[in-house]
Protein backbone atom coordinates (compact mmCIF):
# COMPACT_ATOMS: atom_id res chain seq x y z
CA UNK A 1 0.00 0.00 0.00
CA UNK A 2 1.24 1.64 2.23
CA UNK A 3 -0.25 3.71 4.76
CA UNK A 4 1.25 5.15 7.92
CA UNK A 5 0.40 7.71 10.25
CA UNK A 6 0.99 11.23 9.25
CA UNK A 7 0.79 12.63 6.11
CA UNK A 8 3.11 11.38 3.12
CA UNK A 9 1.39 12.36 -0.14
CA UNK A 10 2.22 15.74 -1.67
CA UNK A 11 -1.28 17.71 -1.57
CA UNK A 12 -1.47 17.24 -5.51
CA UNK A 13 -0.67 13.27 -4.68
CA UNK A 14 2.33 11.20 -5.95
CA UNK A 15 3.34 8.88 -8.68
CA UNK A 16 4.23 5.30 -8.57
CA UNK A 17 6.89 3.96 -10.78
CA UNK A 18 6.61 0.45 -12.33
CA UNK A 19 10.25 -0.84 -11.79
CA UNK A 20 10.28 -3.99 -14.32
CA UNK A 21 8.31 -6.22 -16.16
CA UNK A 22 5.86 -5.46 -19.05
CA UNK A 23 5.06 -1.83 -17.80
CA UNK A 24 8.68 -1.04 -16.67
CA UNK A 25 8.86 2.59 -16.58
CA UNK A 26 5.21 3.69 -16.24
CA UNK A 27 4.67 6.16 -14.21
CA UNK A 28 1.17 6.32 -12.84
CA UNK A 29 -0.91 8.92 -10.85
CA UNK A 30 -1.26 8.20 -6.82
CA UNK A 31 -4.14 10.25 -4.90
CA UNK A 32 -3.61 12.41 -2.19
CA UNK A 33 -5.01 10.74 0.44
CA UNK A 34 -3.99 10.72 4.37
CA UNK A 35 -1.23 8.72 4.86
CA UNK A 36 -1.06 7.12 1.33
CA UNK A 37 2.92 5.74 -0.16
CA UNK A 38 3.28 3.47 -2.45
CA UNK A 39 6.34 0.71 -0.92
CA UNK A 40 9.36 2.01 -1.91
CA UNK A 41 11.54 0.97 -4.73
CA UNK A 42 14.08 -0.69 -2.85
CA UNK A 43 11.48 -2.76 -0.92
CA UNK A 44 9.85 -3.68 -3.85
CA UNK A 45 13.40 -4.51 -5.39
CA UNK A 46 13.72 -6.86 -3.05
CA UNK A 47 11.29 -8.63 -2.43
CA UNK A 48 10.50 -9.16 -6.21
CA UNK A 49 13.96 -10.62 -6.34
CA UNK A 50 12.87 -13.38 -3.92
CA UNK A 51 9.64 -13.80 -6.03
CA UNK A 52 11.49 -14.12 -8.93
CA UNK A 53 11.04 -17.66 -9.82
CA UNK A 54 7.17 -17.84 -8.74
CA UNK A 55 5.86 -15.14 -9.91
CA UNK A 56 4.79 -15.99 -13.42
CA UNK A 57 1.69 -17.61 -13.62
CA UNK A 58 0.75 -17.01 -10.31
CA UNK A 59 -2.76 -15.81 -8.66
CA UNK A 60 -2.46 -12.85 -6.11
CA UNK A 61 -3.88 -10.59 -4.26
CA UNK A 62 -3.29 -7.51 -3.17
CA UNK A 63 -5.22 -7.15 0.10
CA UNK A 64 -4.56 -3.38 1.40
CA UNK A 65 -3.78 -1.85 -2.32
CA UNK A 66 -3.84 1.55 -1.81
CA UNK A 67 -1.37 2.57 -4.60
CA UNK A 68 -1.47 -0.83 -6.22
CA UNK A 69 2.52 -0.68 -6.14
CA UNK A 70 2.75 -4.17 -5.03
CA UNK A 71 -0.17 -5.94 -7.22
CA UNK A 72 0.75 -4.07 -10.46
CA UNK A 73 4.35 -4.94 -10.22
CA UNK A 74 2.98 -8.47 -9.92
CA UNK A 75 0.88 -7.87 -12.78
CA UNK A 76 3.98 -6.75 -15.15
CA UNK A 77 6.34 -9.40 -14.12
CA UNK A 78 3.87 -11.87 -15.20
CA UNK A 79 1.35 -12.64 -12.87
CA UNK A 80 -1.69 -14.40 -13.68
CA UNK A 81 -4.26 -12.84 -12.32
CA UNK A 82 -4.15 -9.91 -9.77
CA UNK A 83 -6.91 -9.08 -7.24
CA UNK A 84 -6.47 -5.33 -5.69
CA UNK A 85 -8.58 -4.23 -3.00
CA UNK A 86 -9.10 -0.28 -1.95
CA UNK A 87 -11.94 0.57 1.07
CA UNK A 88 -11.56 4.33 0.12
CA UNK A 89 -13.71 4.92 -3.03
CA UNK A 90 -11.65 7.43 -4.88
CA UNK A 91 -8.63 5.77 -3.87
CA UNK A 92 -10.18 2.38 -5.78
CA UNK A 93 -11.42 4.85 -8.67
CA UNK A 94 -7.66 6.22 -9.41
CA UNK A 95 -6.63 2.46 -8.86
CA UNK A 96 -9.26 1.72 -11.83
CA UNK A 97 -8.21 4.40 -14.41
CA UNK A 98 -4.51 2.91 -13.48
CA UNK A 99 -5.56 0.19 -14.55
CA UNK A 100 -7.16 0.94 -18.11
CA UNK A 101 -3.71 3.37 -18.50
CA UNK A 102 -2.02 -0.11 -18.60
CA UNK A 103 -4.47 -2.40 -20.78
CA UNK A 104 -4.24 -4.67 -17.47
CA UNK A 105 -7.04 -7.00 -18.46
CA UNK A 106 -5.30 -9.70 -16.29
CA UNK A 107 -6.60 -7.36 -13.07
CA UNK A 108 -9.20 -6.25 -11.13
CA UNK A 109 -10.33 -3.47 -8.37
CA UNK A 110 -13.05 -4.43 -5.57
CA UNK A 111 -13.85 -1.01 -3.38
CA UNK A 112 -14.56 -3.23 0.14
CA UNK A 113 -13.33 -4.18 3.65
CA UNK A 114 -10.79 -6.69 2.96
CA UNK A 115 -11.69 -8.55 6.34
CA UNK A 116 -15.55 -8.85 5.26
CA UNK A 117 -14.44 -10.01 1.55
CA UNK A 118 -12.03 -12.77 2.96
CA UNK A 119 -14.63 -13.78 5.73
CA UNK A 120 -17.92 -14.02 3.40
CA UNK A 121 -16.61 -14.99 -0.10
CA UNK A 122 -16.33 -18.37 -1.19
CA UNK A 123 -13.24 -19.67 -2.78
CA UNK A 124 -13.34 -20.44 -6.41
CA UNK A 125 -9.28 -20.85 -6.96
CA UNK A 126 -6.53 -21.03 -4.08
CA UNK A 127 -4.04 -18.18 -4.49
CA UNK A 128 -0.29 -18.25 -4.47
CA UNK A 129 0.76 -14.67 -3.69
CA UNK A 130 -1.31 -12.81 -1.30
CA UNK A 131 -0.14 -8.66 -0.51
CA UNK A 132 -0.74 -7.66 3.14
CA UNK A 133 0.28 -4.16 3.76
CA UNK A 134 -2.25 -2.76 5.34
CA UNK A 135 -2.22 0.52 7.07
CA UNK A 136 0.22 1.02 9.80
CA UNK A 137 -2.26 2.21 12.32
CA UNK A 138 -4.75 -0.17 12.57
CA UNK A 139 -4.47 -4.02 13.81
CA UNK A 140 -5.15 -5.79 10.40
CA UNK A 141 -1.75 -8.08 10.00
CA UNK A 142 -2.95 -11.08 12.67
CA UNK A 143 -6.97 -10.77 11.40
CA UNK A 144 -5.98 -11.58 7.28
CA UNK A 145 -3.46 -13.77 8.41
CA UNK A 146 -6.16 -15.99 10.23
CA UNK A 147 -8.86 -15.45 7.63
CA UNK A 148 -6.03 -16.20 4.62
CA UNK A 149 -5.20 -19.56 6.17
CA UNK A 150 -9.07 -20.86 7.77
CA UNK A 151 -10.90 -19.75 4.68
CA UNK A 152 -8.98 -22.12 2.86
CA UNK A 153 -7.49 -19.09 0.40
CA UNK A 154 -4.01 -20.37 0.07
CA UNK A 155 -2.37 -23.00 -2.42
CA UNK A 156 -0.34 -25.43 -0.33
CA UNK A 157 3.09 -23.39 -1.02
CA UNK A 158 1.55 -20.20 -1.25
CA UNK A 159 3.76 -17.13 -0.44
CA UNK A 160 2.39 -14.04 2.06
CA UNK A 161 4.28 -11.15 1.99
CA UNK A 162 3.74 -9.18 5.29
CA UNK A 163 5.13 -5.39 6.23
CA UNK A 164 4.79 -3.64 9.29
CA UNK A 165 6.43 -0.42 11.60
CA UNK A 166 9.88 -1.85 12.36
CA UNK A 167 9.12 -1.04 15.94
CA UNK A 168 6.05 -3.13 16.04
CA UNK A 169 5.83 -6.93 16.99
CA UNK A 170 4.29 -9.21 14.41
CA UNK A 171 1.53 -11.06 14.95
CA UNK A 172 1.80 -15.12 15.32
CA UNK A 173 1.28 -16.53 12.59
CA UNK A 174 -0.83 -19.20 11.47
CA UNK A 175 0.82 -22.94 12.18
CA UNK A 176 2.35 -24.52 8.98
CA UNK A 177 3.57 -20.48 8.12
CA UNK A 178 7.38 -20.45 8.04
CA UNK A 179 9.27 -16.71 7.73
CA UNK A 180 11.55 -17.94 4.74
CA UNK A 181 13.14 -13.88 4.26
CA UNK A 182 13.07 -10.87 6.95
CA UNK A 183 14.62 -7.80 6.31
CA UNK A 184 14.16 -3.81 7.83
CA UNK A 185 14.37 -0.48 5.86
CA UNK A 186 14.42 2.46 7.84
CA UNK A 187 11.26 2.27 9.58
CA UNK A 188 9.84 -0.71 7.93
CA UNK A 189 9.66 -4.22 8.25
CA UNK A 190 8.55 -6.69 5.50
CA UNK A 191 8.87 -10.31 5.24
CA UNK A 192 8.05 -13.08 2.93
CA UNK A 193 6.36 -16.16 4.48
CA UNK A 194 5.32 -19.40 3.10
CA UNK A 195 2.66 -21.60 3.47
CA UNK A 196 3.90 -25.45 3.55
CA UNK A 197 2.44 -28.69 1.73
CA UNK A 198 4.11 -31.01 3.82
CA UNK A 199 7.05 -33.12 4.07
CA UNK A 200 6.51 -34.58 0.61
CA UNK A 201 6.01 -30.42 -0.82
Known amino acids: MSRTSGPRAGRGGGRLR?????????????PDA????PTG?????????WL????????????FAGSGALGLEAASRGAASVTLIERSERVARQLQANLRTLGAGNCEVLRTDT???LAGRPVTAPLDL????????????????????????LAPA?????????????????PGWAVVRDRTAGAV?????????GPDR
Open 18 to 30: IIAGSWRGRILPV
Open 130 to 153: VFLDPPFDDDLLGPACRLLETGGW
Open 115 to 117: LRW
Open 158 to 174: ARIYLEAPAHQGLPELP
Open 52 to 63: APVIAGSRCLDA
Open 41 to 49: DRIRETLFN
Open 189 to 197: RYLLAQRHA
Open 34 to 37: PGLR
